[in-house]
């Protein structure tokens, strides 16, 4: 009696993680592709010509190529903060100056993006800006701080992301 408990609790087990495991896989693999369901197509949606897509990609391209070098040197200095701080007697003096360059990198970063958003901004016609406003605010779909991403599958580098569109609202 007691054996075959412990075989059909064994295999109720068994069964229950062969269910589960192509489930977890398969939001696992959804979460990193980092594309929500609902995700309008913008393209489609707010009727992009292909000289606006061509600007795009334009645009996309310098901005991945003016701050390649900015998001290297970021990461670099953010593992040799990492290592300073892991010393076995941490030199104060350095990692305030690691953190005064992270803070710059970071800043140059924002600068650029702020430009960048400028740029894809002035691309829309006031029509694309009124349908994009009303896409963030009918469906849900916002980016960090309400921003929405323009291209489907954009992924982001902590925290540091291109937008289309004025997050203040100017």
């Known amino acids: 009696m007691w054996r075959s408990k412990k075989l059909l609790v064994a295999l109720v087990l068994v069964l229950t993680l062969a269910f589960a495991i192509p489930v977890f896989a398969q939001t696992a693999a959804g979460r990193k592709q980092g594309i929500p369901a609902n995700r309008p197509n913008l393209v489609q949606e707010l009727g992009l ?12 391209q310098q901005m991945y190529n003016q701050t390649r070098d900015l998001r290297i040197k970021l990461m670099d200095a953010m593992f040799e903060l990492r290592q300073l701080r892991w010393q076995e007697n941490p030199d104060r003096a ?8 992270i803070k710059n990198l970071r800043d140059q ?3 650029a993006a702020r430009e960048y958003r400028q740029k894809m901004d002035s691309i829309l016609t006031p029509e694309q800006k009124e349908k994009l ?16 991403c323009i291209e489907p599958g954009f992924r982001s580098q902590r925290g540091f992301h291109f937008w289309v569109g004025n997050p203040t609202g100017e």
């Open 49 to 60: 010509t292909s000289e606006q897509l061509a600007q795009i990609r334009d645009i996309q």
């Open 94 to 101: 350095a990692i305030d100056a690691k953190i005064k360059e």
């Open 109 to 111: 970063l924002r600068q």
């Open 133 to 148: 406003q009303s896409l963030r605010g009918s469906r849900g779909w916002h980016g960090r701080g309400g921003m929405m």
